[in-house]
């Protein structure tokens, strides 16, 4: 195990580093000066020139990069260009909002989907599993922004139970609460379309396999066969799954954050590279390059510890 | 199930296709020509659909419209398999060397990336337009197919007649090719529908925010952006675009799923 581990931290530590490089690459070549994008289109070139200097954009380009990463490792992302407060504060405040807008998301799809998924299994081939299937399949092919549309439609303008958009902040827990239902629900909606359908698919595995015969012949149904013997078996897809998801949602939720005017992340990354604000670009998409991959290498090593026969895979 | 999901999406798909080929030619009214006094009009048997808030016909504006969808989607497939099935393919050939190791790497590597929030990065600092939306979504579409190639072509490698190639002389890139390829065509035809329906619905996100298909050609996403501030005085406006979005995905999706049962013999329900 122990050289399983090390071989995994160092291939994570290659993806890390590939992944700022190009992340760096990316927005380094992109046309846009910031120093002239922020001073105008009249600011005269000493100025410009100044105002580069001091944002340390006169350095050259493997010691900026180099500046850069070593700040993100200790925690320091670096002053936002617009706004001239640090990155990791303005990170911090969004993340009050993406975080819970994404948690709330994760566990509606999650509720929603196990009953889905377990239903679909027990009923193989008959009308319960016909409905989710059918509803799964919308569910996946519907986008979630529309959705959100539809949803503020219905709730917001026609029953005015809850609100269209904005973002009243967390001194007014519950009305801050109110104003993430909409977003988490279109969110969450379509993830559990997909997330129904794996577990379906784990759990029709699983009971092809003799343990279940085994449980079965002892009289159980085979429904108790499933809850009791098959979930838990089914649930390591199924957690997989979860942990993309999750980072998934984090980034995902730009478009439905922009839909309902609330200020998270993704709103703060849309921001910024409007403004070309290139540091807040940098470091924040780093931040979720780096979650997908962590969140990866702790579903391997998840897997590695269920599993001992991946240890030696690869 | 099978049955049903092809007899479902193909005519789906065929509409959403005959609709973007038909728009070339013909609309029933013109998407460019500005009407205010007839704006926001419901349904009716002059407007089929309604109209926008621009007096625009709103059939015509969902024809066009497809024909934006379908081209983004379908040249970034293209771009995926163009450059994805010979990296895949290359990989396979040589399973467990380096060329195999630096493909399946790169491959993790671009999958850790959120797919949106690069399309977005790629669209808004290289300029919203068509060409970097279809650029944005075909780089997420390399790794898919260079991955599904090589998974596909890796238990061909072990055949009897791939052996006897091999005894005959030919070289790997030939097989490769020549034998290989041919045995994956059903599964990349597949997997094509699916990516072509992913990318139906990065394109609609990416004009949503505005980084699609720019003016004066319309585009589903952003007819559904520009619908949302007078979703409550017209709510067709919104209902038009979004529905056009989701019969077409869906139809994509259930034409490779029945395709894939289809093709694949394992697949089909078995009496459990």
């Given amino acids: 195990m122990m050289g399983y581990l090390l071989k995994r931290l160092a291939s994570l530590a290659v993806s890390l580093l590939a992944a700022s490089l190009v992340i760096f690459l990316v927005v380094e070549v992109a046309p846009g000066d910031p120093a002239s994008f922020m001073l105008g289109m009249n600011a005269r070139p000493d100025t410009v020139a100044a105002l580069r200097a001091e944002l340390g954009l006169d350095l050259p380009v493997h010691l900026r990069y180099l500046d850069w990463l070593g700040g993100m490792l200790t925690g320091d992302f670096g002053i936002s260009y617009t706004y001239r407060t640090p990155v990791a504060q303005m990170v911090a405040d969004r993340l009050a909002v993406s975080l819970p807008l994404a948690a709330g998301a994760l566990a509606l799809s999650t509720l929603i989907a196990l009953p889905a998924g377990l239903i679909a299994a027990a009923r193989r081939g008959r009308a319960p599993d016909m409905a989710v299937m059918g509803a799964t399949q919308l569910g996946i092919a519907l986008p979630n922004f529309w959705l959100a549309l539809l949803l503020v439609l219905l709730f917001a303008l026609k029953l005015h139970w809850l609100p269209a958009g904005g973002f009243p902040g967390w001194e007014d827990p519950a009305a801050a609460l109110r104003a993430l239902i909409l977003p988490a629900t279109a969110l969450a909606l379509p993830q559990a379309a997909i997330l129904a359908r794996v577990l379906r698919s784990a759990l029709l595995d699983i009971l092809a396999e003799e343990f279940i015969r085994t449980a079965r012949a002892k009289g159980l149904s085979r429904g108790q066969a499933l809850l009791r013997h098959g979930l838990r078996n089914a649930l390591i897809p199924v957690l997989t799954i979860l942990g993309l998801q999750f980072s998934f949602l984090l980034a995902g939720a730009i478009i439905i ?33 780096f979650a997908v991959i962590v969140v990866n290498f702790l579903t391997d090593l998840a897997y590695a510890a269920a599993d001992p026969r991946l240890r030696h895979r690869r | 199930m099978r049955r049903a999901a092809i007899l479902l999406g193909l005519p789906l798909s065929a509409l959403v296709l005959g609709a973007a080929l038909l728009s070339l030619v013909w609309t029933p009214g013109d998407v460019t020509a500005l009407d205010i006094p007839a704006r926001l009009q419901p349904p009716s048997s002059a407007h089929w659909l309604g109209t926008d808030h621009f007096g625009r016909d709103l059939l015509s504006m969902v024809m066009v419209g497809a024909r934006a969808s379908l081209m983004v989607a379908l040249v970034a497939v293209g771009l995926g398999l163009l450059l994805g099935v010979p990296l895949g393919l290359a990989a396979a050939s040589r399973a467990g060397g380096p060329l195999d190791e630096l493909v399946m790497r790169t491959n993790d590597l671009i999958f850790a990336f959120p797919s949106l929030v690069i399309a977005i990065l790629i669209t808004a600092l290289a300029g919203p337009g068509a060409l970097n939306a279809i650029l944005a979504i075909g780089i997420f579409n390399i790794p898919v197919f260079a991955r599904v190639t090589r998974g596909a072509a890796l238990p061909l490698w072990r055949r009897d007649f791939i052996l006897a190639a091999r005894l005959a002389g030919k070289h790997r890139s030939r097989i490769s090719a020549e034998h290989i390829l041919p045995n994956l065509i059903p599964l990349l035809i597949v997997q094509g529908t699916i990516q072509i329906s992913l990318g139906i619905l990065a394109e609609a996100g990416l004009s949503y925010v505005g980084l699609g298909a720019q003016p004066p050609l319309p585009s589903w996403g952003r007819m559904l952006a520009e619908a949302q501030t007078m979703v409550a005085l017209a709510p067709h406006v919104a209902l038009v675009p979004g529905a056009a979005i989701l019969l077409s995905v869906l139809g994509l999706n259930l034409l490779g799923d029945g395709l894939r049962d289809h093709l694949d013999p394992r697949l089909r329900p078995a009496r459990a």
């Fill in chain 1, 257 to 289: 954050e922009q839909v309902f005017f609330l200020p998270g992340l993704g709103r703060l990354i849309f921001q910024a590279i409007t403004q070309r604000d290139l540091i807040v670009v940098e470091s924040v998409v780093l931040l979720l390059v």
